[in-house]
């Protein structure tokens, strides 16, 4: 939004005072953090999960007190009952992230990385929203040189996982268009001056508190409407929230990135899907080859060869299986928690998309919801339905599958 402008002014103002003084105050790196990290300072951050993460207070919009407590791969917000208007500027960023911000960088990420070299760069985050006025945002950073020591002058893009009431982006509202199996609204604006950047924000027309993003599908789009050079380097991906009013409740449980995540591209070959809990595979019920067969939990089988039934090609995001040639499926596209996961003829809808984690889990990104097996179930013939990722920080090995 317009953070990065007051962001800017304000180091700016600092530096101008630090040069009254006749001396130079070094950058600060983030401090580890450890079991209940209470974070107040305005602009303080910490390190977390061996430094892989940092995670900052930024209240550069406000002065009344925030503070949070800090896990080690998340946090929450516990002070800052915001109020500021909601037509301007919001009050802070609480956030999380990888790369570098303003000098103060993690560590181990593979950032900056150049947007021409990317392969599948990819983030999950599980989140907790409550009442007020705010976004829910990655803010991903793209600079026209490798290492700045400030403000980036490539792009700003925003990714809008959910939001709760009139904030709207920087910019205007130029396209809708549809990534990753889910519904966008494209805002555009150019902001700054020396340096000015461009401020692209993708808002997720059905919210969600749980969401995986390939960002190079982010960037792709980006790429075609214009507004980003793909020499361009990435510098951070930061995962947030911007409070106009309210603040505290909200908190991210969970947050990971990783350079090369696994692809949901067209694939090759098949693969099982077996689940973490149980160790039974994603299996075809009964070999069923109809609309709406069941999909269930089930022995993997150890015979010679392979079972068709427990086969499953990765296409365009879907998954197909071997037997019957349909579908992994979302019944009739629905998004609550409970609905049932089935095969049905491949037709190219959100119900169809699944998105492979870093973390192990699978999400729907129509829904924001993981494949999960029904009841924590680990027996033979226990169904699929999609349901709330686990939001206890980590994961739930019900909804934790690995392919092989």
Known sequence: MFRSVLRTLRLTGTAAAVAVATFVLPVATA???????????????????????????????????????????????????????????????????????????????????????????????????????????????????????????????????????????????????????????????????????????YVREQGTNAITVNIKDFTNDSIARGYMNPAWYMTSVQFGFEPWQGGPGLGVNSFSYTSDGTTTGSGSGSTRIVGQGSGRCLDDQNGGTADGTPVQLYDCYAGTGTWPNQQWTQTNGTFVNANSGKCLDVAGGATTDGTQVRQWTCNGTGAQQWQVNANGTITNPQSGKCLDAVGQGTANGTLLQIWDCYAGGGTQSNQVWSLD
Not at 175 to 192: F, H, K, L, P, S
């Open 31 to 201: 401090a580890p953090a450890h079991a209940d990290t209470t974070l107040c300072d305005q602009f303080g951050s910490v390190a977390v999960s061996g430094g892989q993460y940092v995670v900052q207070n930024n209240e550069w919009g406000d002065t009344i007190p925030q503070c949070l407590d800090v896990t080690n791969d998340g946090f929450t917000v516990t002070t800052g009952d915001h109020n500021v208007g909601t037509s301007g500027a919001p009050a802070a960023y609480p956030s999380i992230y990888a790369g570098c911000h303003y000098g103060n960088c993690s560590t181990g990420n593979g950032l900056p990385q150049q947007v021409s070299s990317f392969t599948n760069p990819q983030s999950s985050v599980n989140f907790t929203t409550t009442a007020g006025s705010w976004d829910s945002s990655y803010d991903i950073w793209f600079d026209t040189q490798a290492d700045p020591a400030g403000q980036n002058d490539g792009e700003e893009l925003m990714i809008w996982a959910n939001h709760s009431g009139p904030p709207t982006p920087f910019g205007t509202k130029v396209a809708t268009v549809t990534i990753e199996g889910a519904v966008w609204d494209v805002w555009y604006g150019r902001q700054g001056t020396s340096p000015a950047w461009n401020t692209v924000s």
